[in-house]
């Protein structure tokens, strides 16, 4: 056991905007050959190892980063989970 | 029940190759005060919504999506969940 906890977090697109990226992997999806793709939607992960020992803790610091500099909270949606 | 079957695909980068986007995300969670970060890793998230009912199929499907088009196997590693 260490002191170091591993936060990870997701941010995706809300579903009410747009995603172009995910628009231009499914048309190169299709134009390879696969089928049955409807949908495709491109997020981000970001993994902290933080100075931490109480989750509790390090959720509501990794949510303040998230609020503060890691999610554009206008488009995007995020959620934290904790692999201590 | 309907035949969409949600996959969620995550790519990081391999241990070994150098993430300079999570150095600045780092960098720019130290200058706003957070202390306590010591590695910070960027990777990648894609949700298909694929037409299939059968998830051992879909699972390999999208496997192979990712071995030929999706994830750069050389620095990126992959894994597939499904959400049925």
New interface residues.
């Given amino acids: 056991m260490d002191n ?1 906890m591993k936060v990870t977090i ?1 941010l ?1 697109l809300k579903l009410e905007v747009l995603d172009p990226q ?1 628009k231009v ?2 048309r ?2 299709s134009d ?1 050959g ?19 020992t109480d989750s509790v803790k390090a959720l509501s ?1 990794t949510k ?2 998230c609020e ?3 999610a554009n909270t206008i488009i995007e949606n995020y959620s934290v989970s904790i692999d201590d």
Wanted: glycine share 8%; aromatic share 8%; proline share 0%.
């Fill in positions: 170091i997701y995706k995910g992997i499914a190169a999806l390879l696969f089928v049955g793709i409807n949908e495709v939607r491109q997020g981000k992960i970001i993994e902290i190892d933080l100075d931490e610091y303040n980063m503060r500099l890691l």
